[in-house]
């Protein structure tokens, strides 16, 4: 793996002063970090690269908010692993009413609560798997791609991808089965 180092301390504090110029080298510099971070975290190259664009379009907007430059890499990888954790719970478009459907149910207040909970407590633990678990279970079970699409999509074999998926849906319920009201 190629090592990209990030911009040196008298950049980040030249930056956080207003320099244009400096800010400029920053955004150049801490890009390939952020990107690559990214797509480590989020479900597809498209939702990682936005989450880069948005850490560093906070990057250029608020550099002058950075208290110490240490600080930066925890920074922008807080802000893209936040991004990504949005783009997964973004809600869906709903699925049409079937013919001849009565509609459903409005929830109350606190079911549509205990549903946002639920959710919250997924997504914080589908974050947690490694990588290359998270990734197809992303794509098969959230996106709905299919096993040989997502297999080819990520260049394993079809049973790679499964081992994969199977791991990580083992270790989502092991996460949330020994909550109440947990998926089981």
């Not at 207003?18 to 955004?27: T, Y």
């Not at 459903?104 to 207040?109: E, K, Q, R, T, Y």
């Not at 991808?161 to 089981?184: Q, T």
Request: aromatic share 2%; with cysteine.
């Amino acid at each position: 793996m190629v090592e990209t180092a990030w911009p040196g301390e008298e950049v980040i504090r030249a930056a956080r002063g207003g320099d244009p110029d400096s800010l400029a080298v920053l955004v150049a510099g801490a890009h390939p970090n952020v990107r690559r971070f990214a797509h480590s975290l989020c479900a597809s190259p498209e939702d990682a690269e936005d989450a880069a664009q948005e850490a560093l379009i906070v990057l250029y907007r608020r550099i002058g908010m950075l208290r110490a430059s240490g600080a930066l890499a925890s920074w922008l990888f807080r802000i893209v692993r936040n991004e990504c954790l949005r783009r997964i719970r973004a809600p869906r478009p709903p699925l049409p009413e079937p013919p001849g459907g009565t509609g459903a149910v409005a929830d109350s207040a606190e079911q549509e609560a205990l549903r946002r909970l639920d959710t919250e407590r997924v997504a914080a633990a589908i974050a947690a798997l490694p990588a290359d678990q998270r990734r197809v279970l992303i794509m098969r079970d959230l996106q709905g791609l299919g096993g040989r699409a997502v297999a080819e999509a990520l260049g394993l074999s079809t049973a790679a991808m499964k081992s994969r998926l199977h791991r990580a849906r083992a270790a989502v319920r092991a996460e949330l089965g020994g909550v109440p009201g947990g998926v089981r």
